[in-house]
């Protein structure tokens, strides 16, 4: 079976330019979660989505931030515009919410680099 | 609010040495537990995982009891192999609204084991 795919797994690009992540969850799983980590801060939530609904957000870091999710197949995470304080690893999770005891499911994550 | 504790890193051992990463937690009502491991260059992968008091999780050689008295849910193995140097996170699982659990990490523990 497939697990979460990300997508492109490095990213270099210039401080002010838009960055877009993407991540395909796994069928059937219901939520959806975008992570950051970094060497200081280390696992960061940004926001959550259950069926294509964002349910928290208080994790995105400033409005330069946005996440979207379509479809229960697809979802991105925009940063507009970057700077070099953006640059981290960012990952998608997803899992099938029933009772919470259901594990997430990571990605490889994107590496990103702000220059 | 929800919080995962666990022992700070790195931590260094030999080959077939015996392995304990501490985790405790603060949370309300009864969360779900899990230990995840993240491999270099790779997002993190469920390792193991326990839903209620007293459940023992078990994978790989490795094992965690979910003690509820003393809100604990420490990381064991008898016999490390340089295979499992990775980076360990404990985490619980807690309702958040609207039909979603969120997961609260731990800040992880680095494992290097030397031949």
């Known amino acids: 079976d497939a697990g979460v795919i990300q997508s492109p797994r490095h990213e270099v690009t210039e401080m002010g330019q838009e960055v877009t992540l993407r991540c395909k969850p796994i069928?059937?799983?219901?939520?959806l979660f975008w992570y950051r980590q970094t060497m200081m801060r280390g696992l960061e939530l940004l926001i959550y989505?259950?069926?294509?609904?964002?349910?928290?957000d208080s994790g995105m870091p400033e409005d330069r931030f946005s996440a979207k999710m379509p479809n229960a197949s697809f979802s991105t995470l925009k940063i507009q515009p970057s700077e070099p304080r953006d640059s981290a690893v960012y990952f998608c999770?997803?899992?099938?919410?029933?009772?919470?005891?259901?594990?997430?499911?990571f990605g490889d994550g994107t590496r990103l680099s702000i220059l | 609010g929800n919080s995962v504790t666990q022992m700070e890193g790195p931590v260094t051992l030999s080959e077939e040495a015996f392995l304990t990463i501490n985790c405790t937690y603060t949370?309300?009502?009864?969360?779900?537990l899990f230990w995840y491991v993240q491999y270099p260059g790779e997002g993190l992968q469920l390792l193991l995982k326990?839903?209620?008091?007293?459940d023992k999780g078990s994978n790989k050689g490795f094992e965690a009891t979910y003690r509820k008295e003393t809100t604990s849910f420490h990381l064991e193995k008898g016999s490390v192999q340089v295979s499992d140097s990775a980076v360990y996170f404990c985490?619980?699982?807690?309702?958040?609204?609207?039909?979603?659990?969120?997961?609260?990490f731990g800040k992880g523990t680095k494992l290097s084991v030397i031949p």
């Open positions: 326990a839903t209620k008091a007293d």
């Open positions: 985490a619980l699982a807690a309702y958040s609204g609207a039909g979603s659990y969120q997961l609260t």
């Open positions: 949370a309300t009502g009864y969360p779900s």
């Open positions: 989505f259950n069926n294509n609904v964002p349910i928290d």
């Open positions: 069928s059937g799983h219901n939520s």
């Open positions: 999770a997803s899992s099938f919410q029933e009772g919470g005891n259901q594990p997430q499911h």
